[in-house]
DNA sequence: GGCAATATCTAAAACGATTTAGTTTTACCA
DNA sequence: TGGTAAAACTAAATCGTTTTAGATATTGCC
């Protein structure tokens, strides 16, 4: 029935479900295209009953205007470029990400956008936003959850996307991850083999997929090596760490006998060492504190910690090769990498 | 000359200067402009000869495609969106500049795209670039230099901009400053009140405007109190501090007389303050250390450090506004601010 | 009732590129 | 020399939007 309708009313030789336009709204309401454009727009030459009609059309099949039209007709772009340098001596993985993905677009015909969320907002209002208007040929997504909905999403308009971080359907998509049960699995066997045996894990929101490998590393390598580990959870991402330090020290409070602690973030951190100094431990003595970490960085100001670390710049790298890989070559395997971590130094 | 020729040529109402269009080049060619469009793309079916004067011809005016044209036809938008969550505690500049410029543009038709450019690039690329192709209605800039190239170049072509950071020219165009002339004279004031007289800088090169505001600040107060003060660069920018600690370390030894140590940004006060306790020397006790921080940070891993904050969210927010004020209202005054530093904390 | 003014809409052109379908020229072969 | 095929180009249509000019009712006024 919707197949006979769609058929009947088919005029281009556009299918049924692409991006409707100005067309399609004057072909449901009957009137011209430009009668559209002005009623959209407010002008003042169009009648308010006429104006309604077209609007509530409009809502109905969720029109967008396309921005290429508007802009090869008026020149006007809506777009504000925020022009920087990329070489600063970056400690932050967020904006590692963005200079490395910048970076590996150099020599491609390829224009990177970044589109921040807030934390008001629906993770899924960029990306459906992205497909419905068509404003970009591919998307990069960090801090994917294991049922992440935007995959779902991205994958059920087989659009093309590129993750940093797995989820429930890693086999058919591409990402780049790095083995965050490993790291975690290894740093606690490494801190039994040194004698530790009450870790407390400062660990990423468990809603999210590396938070969720993370703890099971942890406790799959307690459990093995017979040591205790308790976790505490930073509020929003891995670089949430700053506003956790009282939660620390209250902890280490409690529970004296804590004897490392794991950081999953370089403010998380910073916030172990700052807690573990205010409640009197010395780093290496009474208490080992390690870290992962984005950029070498703690070690410079803080010998005694024992860092590993993440290159946010190769996961750039890759999933920005990734994301073009399925723009132009969308029916072949979509390329994915695990990121085994290097041993504590 | 040059006017009459200009007329005479004219067959469009398109003016002089306007961008070069496959139009363009078929003009001066005497070719269609399916020809010339074919020819550019190397399509088999143009002769060797003719695709070499269609490629001389566009390269001797300059052309570029116009993105939205392609992107109409085509459906391609080369472009490629870093998705990525705005919610990070994040203590890094750059990164949260880059939230605030994108949270600014929420409630506007705006869009922003990020265009970092790399240390082996010239600063000026990405601006013509983005002049030249029209490819954005309004720029914003950071890391101005007095004499910045860039900005000459946009006031030249009235292109829409704004900047963080004054130049020559500031009281001609929109910026958003921080008076670092005044963070560092009231520093270092305030150092000599505390009883110091050996202060060392770590600044930022003097090459850029803030650099040179920092120091023409500390000089002053140095000079007006009668302290010493000496300087060290840091290398790139304002986060490359890492970088600096051996020379910071080398520096204490052959000045043991120095007292206090006055930091630019988050990275220099780390390194100062590993260097510092790396020659024996207690925070507070032997020596004083000073730093102006974009986000509070060190204030909760280390007591003893005196702090000063820049507010780049607020700059971010600002800047954003005056750079669509310039779109909207290019013949009105451009908006401008200069952020008074607040007290030491 | 007729004429002008107004309100409301439509037709056509334009922005800059690419694609499809011709068209012209040259070359070759019988 | 006539016919055919290949090579190298051009004409026209198209993407989605806005703008300018023009058309058709409708209304107001005398």
């Known amino acids: 029935m919707a197949d006979s309708d769609a058929t009947k009313d088919r005029v281009t030789p556009a ?7 100005l067309k399609t709204i004057a072909r449901l309401t009957g009137m011209a295209v430009p009668t559209v454009s002005r009623a959209l727009n407010d002008a003042p030459d169009i009648g308010r ?24 007709r008026t020149g006007k772009t809506n777009v504000v470029s925020l022009v920087m340098s990329a070489d600063h001596d970056i400690m932050n993985h967020t904006a590692r990400l963005i200079t490395s993905v910048a970076a590996s677009l150099r020599n491609t015909p390829y224009h990177m956008i970044v589109t921040p969320y807030f934390f008001d907002q629906d993770p899924m209002e960029p990306v459906r936003y992205i497909v419905e208007t068509g404003s970009a040929d591919a998307v990069i997504m960090n801090q994917t959850t294991p049922e992440d909905p935007r995959v779902a999403y991205l994958m059920e308009h087989s659009f093309p996307f590129a993750t940093h971080g797995r989820t429930r359907w890693a086999d058919d998509h591409a ?18 083999r040194r004698g ?11 809603n999210q997929s590396y938070g969720q490998h993370m703890s099971a590393g942890a406790l ?10 308790d976790r505490l959870t930073t509020a929003v991402s891995d670089d949430a760490g700053a506003s956790i330090q009282p939660a620390i020290t209250d ?23 700052a807690a573990a100094e205010g409640v009197g431990l010395t780093l290496g003595e009474e208490i080992d504190i390690v870290a992962k970490e984005a950029i ?35 029916d072949g395997p979509p390329m994915q990498h695990l990121e085994q971590p290097t041993k504590l130094g």
């Open 220 to 229: 799959r390598a307690a459990q093995e090596k017979g040591v205790v580990a």
């Open 175 to 192: 990402y780049y991850d790095f083995n965050n049960e490993s790291f975690a699995h290894y740093s606690v066997s490494e801190l039994s």
């Open 251 to 273: 902890y280490l409070r409690a529970h004296p006998e804590t004897d490392a602690i794991l950081c999953a973030s370089t403010t998380a951190c910073m916030a172990a060492t």
């Open 15 to 21: 299918a049924v479900g692409e991006r409707p336009t």
């Open 49 to 72: 009953e006429t104006k309604e009609r077209v609007r509530a059309a409009a809502r109905q099949v969720g029109y967008r205007p396309n921005r290429a039209g508007v802009r090869l």
């Open 296 to 330: 070498p960085f703690l070690k410079q100001f803080r010998a005694g910690i024992l860092c590993m670390y993440e290159d946010v710049g190769r996961a750039g790298t890759f999933v920005t090769r990734a994301a073009i890989d399925r723009i132009e070559n969308p």
């Open 196 to 206: 530790r045996r009450n870790i407390l894990l400062v660990f990423p929101p468990q």
